[in-house]
Each structure stands twice: as C-alpha cells, then as structure tokens.
C-alpha cells in the first residue's frame, strides 16, 4: 500500500528559470496517484495559482498556493536563505501577496525578490504554514556548516513567528548533503519538539525530461550544458515521484511523510474566480454608481444628439430611438454591476481627450454601446450603422466588458500615471505577458545550449513555417513539414 503523502513543493513553467512542469500535467499526475492535494510553490511569485486553482478543483485534486521565497541574509547578501510558505486560508492568501510586493517593490537584489524575517512581525504570518527549506533555509545551512546552536536559535525564531505553524523539512533528492541534513534536523527536531516534513523538490514531471530541464536552465543562464563551469544544483531525481516511491525514500521517517497530508489538511483556500473588482469611483454624496452613470449618459446624449441633428425638429423625431435605446444599455449594464467599469473608462479617456493626448473613436464590439457613445468613450454613433449592443454586453453570457481603446504610444504613459494618481496606484496595474519559446526560437536556443553550429540551427529553424496567427509546434512541423522531417531524419546529431 503506497505512503501517505502530498507533494509540497513544486516549481512549475511560471518559476521561469528553474521550472519546466506545465500545470496541468502535474494535477493531471497528482490525480493519476490518488494524491488528494497537490501545492503550487513557484519562486517568489503567484503568476500561475489561479491557473494552478482552476485546473486543480476540475481534477478533484485540493489546490494548495504556496511560494518558494527568498529571505534576505544580511551576513552574505548574495547568498539568501529559502523558506517555503504554504496558505492556509485567505487572510495567509492576502499576507502572502502583501509579502511579496513589498519584496518585489522594496528589496530586490540581484534581480531576486527576497523578504526579510522581521515582515513576518505584527500579524504578517497569520494563515501561513512555513516549511524550513530543507539545506538551503538557514536552519539547514546553519546544521550542515556544524553550527547547531545556531541553527536551534534560528529554528526556534521562524517557530514564534509561525507558532504551531513552522516544520522542519526535510529532502532526499540525491545531492550530496541530503542526507547529512536529514539526520541533522531529525536531531534537532526531537530536541526542540518541533514537527518534521518530507517533501521532495520537483522541477519536472517524468525522470527522462532532466536533460530537457537542464537545458531550459542553460538557456535562460546562458551556458551550454557541456560547460563544465556552470552550476550544477538540479539532479535527475526531482521529478514528480509517487506516494510509493516517496514511501521508500522515507520509510525510515514515516512521520514526515504523514505531516505532509496534514499540512494539506490545514490549508483550505477558497478562492472566488470571474467576479470583477473594480476601484472605487467617485460619485456626488448621496447619488449611486448607477445613477452616477445614468445622469452623465444622458447629459452626454443631449450634446452628441445637438451635434448630430442641430435642427431641433430633426432631432426630437430621433430623440425617442435613441433615449430608448439608451435606457435599455443603462438597465443591462446596472444589471450586471458595471456602471462603474463605464465611468472609470470614461473618466480617463475623456481626461486624455482633454490633456491633448490622441485617443482612437473605438474599435471592436465596444463601439456597439450608445452609453459609451454618450460617455465620450467611443466617438462612433452605433445607431447609425446598425452596431449591437449586445455583442458587446449580453445578460445570458456574463463576462467582464472590454473596450479596445487606441492611445498614442508616445503619451500613453501620461494616461498610466494619471490613473495612478486617481484610483492609487495599489488598485492599477499593468498586464503582465509571459513569452514562450515556439518552435524556431526553441531550436536555435537548444541547439546553442547543445554548442551546435549556429548555421545549422539556422537552417533547421527555417525549415518550420513561420505563422503567428497559427504557430507550429516541433511535433506539427515533423508530421506536416517534409523538408523538416528529413533534415531531422538524416542528421544524427
């Protein structure tokens, strides 16, 4: 019967540098295991756990968000301890985010985020579980350096900033201080009383994808995976292992791996996905969003109305097509809690109208709303070329509104800071991308890594059809692309 146990310690695509494990596949493999939780703990950051959430609950498979963090070491600044943070509930959810921007935001080094153990003062800690970090936490690095007193020093801090919430952990991953630190921390534990937990630290999925891994932390570290000075820390080991295979790695310490599915019994996260939260706007005392949003539709109706008909008889034969159709966008648009989306817009497209920022008449579905019209949002008159509301907004298909709105490039960062100002720059944020490798790029990096020809790399990359609207993947392009197929066929390297 395999081993009670729950991976806690996972570095997926979204970790960048160091992590090749697509989210999917991991839940996909935790479910496969009877695993009944699995945790996403990427390097300081939270990029993939709605995505990891998501993917998780469809599979029956209990999501766990967690970070793999660095902690500022004032005695070696470019060597940070690790500690990992594993969410409770959703006050140890907002701490966590709170942590990690103010890491971002206020004490990067060396392009690495890292808190500092005084953040966690004052109630920071509350809904995190935290896990030691096995040898490279400083409780680990101070066992393996000899210095237990420290390092009991130490262990003893992180367990009164986390009280009943702080675990020794421990790792077997096949690095040559594995299990020096084991026997070290298991000492240590019995001394102070403190709880232990196995974990196991996956970079991959299946054992035969290390060399992919590696070559994924030669690219983004610029070395070749035969450069004999590149940091060697990753073994073939730290793929996603079974409960059976976890079971005989700590057979001897079977009270790790039940803590394991403890810790997952104590985190129970519930996230609330596809509800907008929008900035406050702010309306005249005693007047609602919805109010707020009609008396300026209308008021801005009455000016484009006296520019589109300026004989009055013109225009109070069309004033009833459009004030009903006005008031049948105002009601769905109330309905569905946006009144407030449509004055934020509008407030800062008309603000860059009026600051002589060039703003585009709209594009897109958007330009189907006569109260975006009104609004100054849009410039386009949708009645008069028969454009539907509902394309844009629709009751029966509830989805955040999106507007397409064109600003100069040259001025655009204008309208950002005036934004900022406005709502508070806590409550905005840009868009954030993540590039992948397809399938050219990724032959010209890895054959690179692989310290091949440049001009044959080229030239492979070239055989794959380049279409952005429909990229090819590697496995498209040798089944579909003979040219492709045949240089790969007959070139053994």
């Known amino acids: 019967m395999a081993a009670p146990f729950v991976h806690l310690r996972l570095h997926s695509e979204f970790s960048v540098v160091d992590g090749i494990v697509r989210i999917d596949e991991a839940v996909k493999k935790a479910a ?243 509800k907008p939260r929008l900035p406050d706007y702010p309306t005249p005392e005693g007047v609602t969003l919805d109010e707020h949003c009609r008396d300026l539709s209308q008021q801005g109706l009455e000016k484009r109305l006296a520019a589109l008909y300026p004989d009055p008889a013109a225009r109070e034969a069309q004033r009833p097509k459009y004030a009903g159709r006005l008031d049948l966008e105002l009601a769905i648009i109330a309905k569905m809690g946006f009144s407030g989306y449509f004055l934020i817009v509008a407030d800062f497209i008309n603000w860059a109208k009026g600051n002589g920022i060039p703003v585009g008449p709209g594009r897109g579905s958007g330009a189907g709303s006569l109260v975006a019209y009104s609004l100054g949002i849009t410039d386009l008159d949708p009645l008069k070329y028969d454009l539907l509301f509902e394309r844009f907004l629709n009751p029966e298909r509830v989805s955040m509104p999106d507007f397409d709105i064109d600003f100069c490039q040259d001025q655009r960062d204008r309208v950002i800071d005036y934004v900022k100002r406005k709502y508070g720059a806590h409550a905005v944020s840009q868009i954030a991308t993540f590039g992948t490798l397809g399938a050219k790029a990724v032959v010209r990096d890895a054959g690179r890594v692989l310290d091949l020809p440049y001009t044959k790399c080229d030239q492979l990359s070239k055989l794959i059809p380049h279409n952005p609207a429909d990229p090819w993947t590697l496995e498209r392009a040798l089944e579909q692309e003979p040219a492709f197929a045949e240089a790969v066929k007959n070139d053994e390297e």
Request: proline share 4%; charged share 25%.
């Open 32 to 274: 496969a295991d009877g695993q009944g939780a699995l945790a996403l703990t990427d390097s300081a950051n939270l990029f993939g756990a709605i995505k990891f959430y998501s993917a998780a609950r469809r599979r029956g498979v209990k999501p766990i968000i967690g970070c793999d963090v660095w902690i500022s070491n004032d005695a070696e600044r470019d060597n940070p301890h690790r500690l990992l943070l594993l969410v409770q509930d959703r006050r140890g959810y907002t701490n966590l985010c709170e942590l990690l921007t103010r890491a971002w935001l206020t004490n990067q080094h060396r392009g690495r985020a890292e808190l500092r153990t005084e953040w966690f003062e004052g109630g920071a800690s509350e809904g995190l579980i935290a896990l030691s970090g096995a040898a490279q936490g400083e409780v680990g690095a101070l066992l393996l350096g000899g210095r237990a007193e420290l390092a009991a020093q130490a262990a003893q801090r992180l367990a009164a900033l986390f009280p009943q919430r702080f675990y020794l952990e421990v790792q077997r991953a096949g690095r040559e201080h594995d299990e020096a630190h084991v026997r070290a921390a298991l000492a240590l534990a019995v001394r102070l009383k403190l709880p232990v937990v196995a974990t196991h630290p996956v970079q991959f999925v299946d054992r035969d994808a290390f060399r992919a891994h590696e070559a994924r932390v030669c690219i983004a570290e610029g070395y070749t995976l035969a450069d004999p000075r590149r940091p060697r820390v990753f073994t073939p080991e730290q793929y996603f292992k079974t409960r059976a295979e976890m079971g005989e790695l700590f057979a001897d310490v079977p009270a790790a791996l039940a803590n394991s599915v403890e810790i997952a019994r104590r985190c129970n996260l519930t996230l609330e996905l596809g």
